[in-house]
C-alpha cells in the first residue's frame, strides 16, 4: 500500500525545491548582469555507449573550488566543501558543443545547469579509432578565467560481456544509514569520501562480477542511485579509495518530483526510467541486480523484472531492515524467482559470492577473493 505520509513530504520537498530554483535563477541574473560571476567550468559525468549509441550527461557550474578530499581532512574542512556541493552555483541556458567521432552537437543548458547528450549511427563505432572520450566546449563565455573546454569518458562493455551489474550505492555499497535519518546526516556532514566506509567484502565482489566466470574482466557495471548529483565528486573519490570498480554514475537531479503524480516516492520512478535507459541501450545483455532492504530496490528491480522478461539474471539485496520488511522482501524473492530468475536477501557479501558462483556468475578463484576482502575490511572497521 502506498505510503501517503511519504508522498505529501515529497510534494513538500518538490514545493521548496523549486522555491530554491526561483532563487537560485534570480541569483544568477544580478551575478551575470554586474559581472559578478566566478569562473566557470563544464563538469562532464561518466558516459556509457553501445555499437551505434552513447550518452553522457554534466552540468555547467561556477569553480566553488571544492578540494579533492583526502585522509586527514578536518571535520570543519569536510563541512566547507559539503556546503559547496549543495550550494553549488549552476549556469542555466549556456550554449555548448559537444564532438564524437566525426558527429557534433549544439545544446543548451537546463534550468539547473545539466546539459545531455546523445549521439546516434548507422553504422557500428569503432572505439579503436575514436577513442572514449566526448569533447566539450562552451560556446559562450562569463568571465576571462572560464575553462571552456573538457572531456566526458565513455565506459563501454567488452565485446564479449557475460552480463552487465546494477548496483545501487547507499546501504548496499556505502554505509549510508539512509533509514536512520541522524546517522545518515552524521556521516553526511563529518566523513569525507575517503573516510566513508563500504560494507565488507563488497568491493572485492564487484570485482568479481565485474571479471566474470572467466575472469576476463569484460562486464559493465553500472550504479544507479537516489543520490545527488551534487555528490558526485565524493563518490568517485569513494570509489577510488576503496579499489571499488567504476561506471557510469546514474544519480538524481535536484528537484526530481513525482512521476505523472503518480503516488509513489519519485526515487523508486527516477530508478526504473534510469534503469530501462541502460536495458534498452544494451538489448542483448542480461543482468545481475544488487541493492538494499532499507528502500524500495526489490520492488523496483521486480517491475523491472516484469517489464524485461528474462533479462534479469539475479537480484541481491543487502537485508538493512526490521525482520517484518523481511517477510515483505521475502516474498518478492518467491514472485521473482516463479518468474525465472534469482533473489537473495543477504546479511553480508561472503553469501551473495557464495550463491554467484553456485549460479557460475564468478569463479571459485574469485570466491577466494571476495573471502580475502571482506577479512581485510573488518579488520579495518
Avoid at 544580478?30 to 550518452?55: A, T, W
Avoid at 574482466?217 to 576503496?242: A, C, K, M, Q
Avoid at 569463479?363 to 575490511?377: M, P, R, T, Y
Amino acid at each position: 500500500m502506498t505510503n501517503l505520509t511519504q508522498v505529501a513530504k515529497e510534494r513538500m520537498l518538490a514545493a521548496i525545491e523549486q522555491v530554491e530554483h526561483s532563487l537560485s535563477a534570480a541569483k544568477f541574473k544580478v551575478k551575470d548582469r554586474l559581472h559578478l560571476l566566478e569562473p566557470i567550468n563544464i563538469m562532464p559525468y561518466y558516459g556509457f555507449g553501445s555499437d551505434n549509441y552513447v550518452f553522457v550527461k554534466g552540468r555547467v557550474l561556477e569553480d566553488e573550488k571544492v578540494k579533492e578530499p583526502k585522509e586527514g581532512d578536518g571535520a570543519s574542512e569536510h563541512l566547507k566543501d559539503t556546503y559547496k556541493r549543495y550550494e553549488s552555483d549552476e549556469i542555466p541556458g549556456i550554449k555548448l558543443q559537444a564532438s564524437f567521432a566525426g558527429q557534433e552537437a549544439v545544446l543548451e543548458t537546463d534550468k539547473e545547469g545539466f546539459f545531455e547528450i546523445e549521439f546516434r549511427t548507422d553504422t557500428p563505432i569503432d572505439y579503436g579509432t575514436t577513442g572514449q572520450k566526448v569533447k566539450l566546449r562552451l560556446l559562450e563565455q562569463k568571465t576571462d578565467n572560464d575553462r571552456l573546454e573538457a572531456e566526458a569518458y565513455i565506459f563501454v562493455p567488452g565485446k564479449d560481456a557475460e552480463y552487465g551489474i546494477i548496483s545501487d550505492i547507499d546501504d548496499t555499497v556505502l554505509v549510508s544509514k539512509i533509514t536512520h535519518f541522524l546517522g545518515r546526516l552524521k556521516l553526511v556532514l563529518l566523513k569525507n569520501g575517503t573516510e566513508r566506509s563500504p560494507f565488507p567484502g563488497i568491493a572485492g565482489f564487484l570485482r568479481a562480477l565485474c571479471k566474470g566466470s572467466d575472469e576476463k574482466g569484460r562486464n559493465p557495471l553500472f550504479f544507479v542511485s537516489g543520490s545527488e548529483w551534487n555528490l558526485y565528486d565524493l563518490l568517485i573519490s569513494f570509489f577510488r579509495s576503496h579499489d571499488i570498480p567504476e561506471g557510469p554514475l546514474l544519480l538524481r537531479d535536484k528537484g526530481t518530483g513525482l512521476d505523472g503524480g503518480e503516488l509513489e516516492t519519485s526515487e523508486a520512478e527516477y530508478k526504473r526510467k534510469k534503469i530501462r535507459h541502460i536495458l534498452d541501450t544494451y538489448p542483448r545483455l542480461k543482468f545481475i541486480c544488487i541493492g538494499d532492504s532499507g528502500q524500495h530496490d526489490p520492488e523496483i528491480y521486480q517491475k523491472i523484472l516484469e517489464e524485461y522478461p528474462g533479462r534479469i539474471l539475479g537480484i541481491y539485496i543487502r537485508d538493512v531492515s526490521p525482520d517484518e520488511r523481511d517477510k515483505e522482501v521475502r516474498a518478492i524473492a518467491e514472485q521473482v524467482k516463479a518468474k525465472g530468475a534469482e533473489m537473495e536477501l543477504v546479511e553480508e557479501t561472503l553469501s551473495a559470492a557464495q550463491h554467484a558462483v553456485k549460479m557460475g556468475w564468478i569463479s571459485e578463484d574469485q570466491l577466494e577473493g571476495v573471502k580475502k576482502a571482506c577479512e581485510q575490511d573488518e579488520q579495518q572497521d
